[in-house]
């Protein structure tokens, strides 16, 4: 049996946009391997009822567990906000979701003390990015609201498109000019969008990628709990799975990974047939 | 044991958007009930596999098969597209699927015999539209294209926004002037842009909607087959289910459904827990 430490480390999201969240891990610790799951088959989560989600969720998580992790991070927002407890509570791993390091970076960049969040039905509905900056710091004033065409806007890949300027500044003009100095972009697909955000909210706002956040505390974590990849020796390569045919992942995913992904595998996660 | 007769017509669709077509049911045939399964927690099928959207619709045709229906239709044109086959093969009620009577209504319309289709990834890639246009009339030129951005505008409540507007001429002015007279609204959720669609593609151009063809088929087909609700009898209400929580699908579904859902009931079709 190999070491804890010589086992990757597990991703899962809803779809393809926590292959951002990899591409952040990959850049921060390049002597961890990463296993990566997809779950195209019922992407997205982010429209869907907390019930739902926790139990894909659940489902995502027992099967990169079966492969062998050595911690599980969740990429995906929504289910970070709506199942990290469930997950905590079922696996015998350290899982890591995206919205604790999120909040922790915008706590600590805003100098105004007014922080917005955008994402999803789901992650906004929860609350759970107020109630994190809350706990950073209870002097925090939180605005926040979804965004649900801007998932739908990164995946057709009209990220530069008039269009994708135009639904931002109807989703955030109204926080243009104010108090607010920065925003957490709570959706591993946000970060496509990133000039449309920008240009919406104007230059003097500070926005926050929760992808190099979960990096760092996952770089934290490994080394607080022994975990870390011995040097000498080769992480195994890298995995990605996903639950639909993984056509479309490959092709729409070179974009969030930024690099090309020369295989992924198709696994069945839904006995329900 | 009731006569079949009376049971009610059985509709599935991804999520919401098949309400267009209970909708049409209930003005053509008011005599007759219908029982209608959104699959909310896996929507939307338009980007994924015919492989997984093969296993949902039959997930959902036999949930419906249990309750009791005479005839199941398909309101899902992804579904419709992919799946009618293995449906016709494994039911024993008469299956109605959106596609050929869309294709019919078209074929019967255009003058000029150039025939557009527009409706999910899903949809157009499977070439099922063309297939059935060319059945009704081989002389017929198509052209089709996928829309996958109207669905998120109008479950997001945008149908008159003016984003609506310009997403559907990014999409749609290619075809404006042209020789195209008829153009197939190959999605249940892209009547609620008529307006939009229209204006990009020009006032010659006539709007195609599935949802009123199908109606007039599932007449024919329950004259025919002797499936007609007998008069004097009361029809059992319409029954709503759906497969996520159903506060989103009541909020949302009144705008497809023209009326409002007083109840809709959760049912668990997924055992992948």
Redesign the interface.
């Known amino acids: 049996m190999p070491a804890r430490g010589t086992l990757p480390i597990g991703v899962f999201d809803s779809g393809i946009g926590g292959l951002t969240v990899v591409r952040a891990l990959r850049a921060a610790l390049p002597q961890e391997a990463c296993v990566y799951l997809g779950d195209?088959?019922?992407?997205p989560y982010g429209?869907?009822?907390a019930?739902?989600v926790t139990?894909y969720a659940?489902?995502n998580a027992r099967l990169l567990t079966a492969t062998g992790i050595k911690l599980l991070v969740v990429a995906c927002n929504t289910a970070s906000a709506v199942a990290l407890d469930a997950l905590a509570r079922e696996l015998d791993v350290p899982v890591v979701g995206v919205i604790g390091p999120g909040a922790a970076r915008a706590a600590a960049t805003t100098r105004s003390a007014v922080v917005g969040v955008i994402g999803t039905e789901g992650t906004v509905g929860s609350g759970a990015y107020v109630r994190a900056l809350e706990a950073e710091r209870p002097d925090l004033t939180v605005h926040s609201r979804p965004c649900?065409?801007f998932?739908?806007?990164a995946?057709?890949g009209?990220e530069e498109?008039?269009?994708a300027m135009?639904?931002a500044r109807?989703y955030l003009d109204r926080w243009a000019g104010g108090a607010m100095d920065t925003l957490i972009l709570g959706c591993t697909h946000y970060p496509l969008l990133r000039k449309a955000i920008q240009a919406a909210v104007g230059p003097g706002v500070t926005l926050v990628d929760s992808a190099s956040a979960v990096a760092q505390t996952v770089s934290g974590l490994l080394a607080r709990e022994g975990l870390v990849h011995p040097e000498g020796t080769r992480p195994p390569p890298h995995r990605f799975f996903a639950?639909?045919?993984p056509?479309?992942f490959r092709e729409v995913g070179r974009r969030f990974l930024g690099a090309a992904l020369d295989r992924v595998e198709l696994v069945d996660?839904?006995?329900?047939?």
């Open positions: 195209t088959a019922r992407v429209t869907k009822s019930e739902v139990r659940l489902n649900p065409l998932v739908p806007l995946e057709e009209w498109h008039p269009v135009e639904v109807s639950t639909d045919v056509e479309r996660i839904d006995p329900g047939r």
